[in-house]
């Protein structure tokens, strides 16, 4: 039931920019605006850093970024730090009855 | 401040049953549904189940349907998940995680430290 695909790894170096994509379906992603992204560092509990696709709570950097466009919701971190580095996760609301999608994960290096 | 602690993780041999639980503190835990959320060793996260304030709606990842069953009982702040007949594969440490919202919507907000299982003879 991990019916969001994520890409395996991203990498890039400090200060640029990456995106990484969540891709669902129109029953799911494209239907509703409930995505949530969280962080994990490694031996670390996750961390919500934006939900409602695009919303970010109360203490996350507002180098984090959320969007979506069709079926594929989207995080960017801008402006890259070696803190950065960890597991980033989608996970999306998809409707009464299943009720909730997740992607594998995506590694995020730091170069 | 908002906490979660999960207990009753353990080693259990393939088959037999195990129950977790959650104690909830810190906030109103009948305005919001909660979700268990696992992790197997070196593996990716694996939403579980979850529960709506009332108990209304609840939902199961496929694997589980039918093995698992999650409740809550609200005078007690406290969520469980009734895990029998259980695999290899249910390994995993078990993350308790509080919703944004009284439905379930996926939006987990606060998470415990999570409590290990292992299945193994």
């Known amino acids: 039931q991990s019916a969001l695909t994520q890409p395996a790894s991203v990498s890039g170096s400090p200060g640029q920019s990456i995106t990484i994509s969540c891709t669902g379906t129109?029953?799911?992603?494209?239907?509703?605006?409930?995505v949530s992204w969280y962080q994990q560092h490694p031996g670390k509990v996750p961390k919500l850093i934006i939900y409602?696709?695009?919303k970010r709570p109360s203490g996350v950097s507002n180098r984090f970024s959320g969007s979506k466009s069709g079926n594929t919701a989207s995080l960017t971190i801008s402006g890259l730090q070696a803190e950065d580095e960890a597991d980033y996760y989608c996970?999306?609301?998809?409707?009464?009855?299943?009720?909730?999608?997740f992607g594998g994960g995506t590694k995020l290096t730091v170069l | 401040e908002v906490q979660l602690v999960e207990s009753g993780g353990g080693l259990v041999q393939p088959g037999r049953s195990l129950r977790l639980s959650c104690a909830a503190s810190?906030?109103?835990?009948?305005?919001?549904?909660m979700h268990w959320v696992r992790q197997a060793p070196g593996r990716g996260l694996e939403w579980v189940s979850g529960?709506?304030?009332?108990?209304?709606?609840?939902g199961y990842v496929d694997s589980v349907k039918g093995r698992f069953t999650i409740s809550r009982d609200n005078a007690k702040n406290s969520l469980y998940l009734q895990m029998n007949n259980l695999r290899a594969e249910d390994t995993a440490l078990y993350y308790c995680?509080?919703?944004?919202?009284?439905?379930?919507?996926?939006?987990?907000?606060?998470w415990g430290q999570g409590t290990l299982v292992t299945v193994s003879s």
């Open positions: 529960i709506s304030w009332n108990s209304v709606n609840i």
């Open positions: 996970f999306s609301y998809a409707g009464a009855g299943t009720f909730v999608l």
């Open positions: 129109s029953s799911d992603v494209g239907s509703y605006n409930v």
């Open positions: 810190g906030f109103t835990f009948d305005d919001y549904a």
């Open positions: 409602g696709g695009s």
């Open positions: 995680a509080k919703d944004m919202w009284g439905e379930l919507t996926a939006t987990k907000d606060y």
